[in-house]
């Protein structure tokens, strides 16, 4: 896939480096800087669509970074489209939001108990300080006893 002037100098494609992605749509306030502090040996890679307007923000050697305005699913979609025969060679995918707070080592603890599982769809728990719209997604006081639940659906919230 021939690179666009927006994309990374250094990365002309997507292109798997590790056994996982994390797909971030971002803006200018993202997250998502948190989550590769001391990941240097993190299993995922991660492909940030930028919705932004700052032609230096979010550039790293260890970040793919692709442009795209517009609403979030659709720039999602017409993202994996038109990547897929790349993003399909990972063994699994995330599409967290860019307001998440988290650490590296967290998202490598997602990937770990779906690949543990053997789970085809999967979703972090949230802390009792999150945004959530169903209580089923919190983590709870129990998160010693249980490392899965497995309620009969999954909450994404702008769909």
Known sequence: MP????DNDHTSQVERRRRNLVIVRAGDSSLHPLWLQGS???????????????????RRAD?????????????????IESHWDHIALYDYIWLP?????CRGRDIDGI???????????SQPALT???????????RGNYGALFSARFPRAVFAVDV
């Open 128 to 138: 009792l300080d999150s945004y959530f719209a169903w209580i089923y997604q919190f």
């Open 111 to 121: 990937f770990r108990l779906s690949r543990d599982y053997q789970l085809q769809l």
């Open 63 to 79: 970040v793919i970074r692709l442009d795209s305005k517009g609403a979030k699913w659709p720039a999602l979609r017409a993202l």
């Open 97 to 101: 939001d860019d307001d998440i707070a």
């Open 40 to 58: 240097a040996d993190r299993s995922w890679d991660l492909l940030v669509s930028y919705f932004g307007a700052d032609a230096e923000r979010y």
């Open 3 to 6: 690179a666009t002037a927006a």
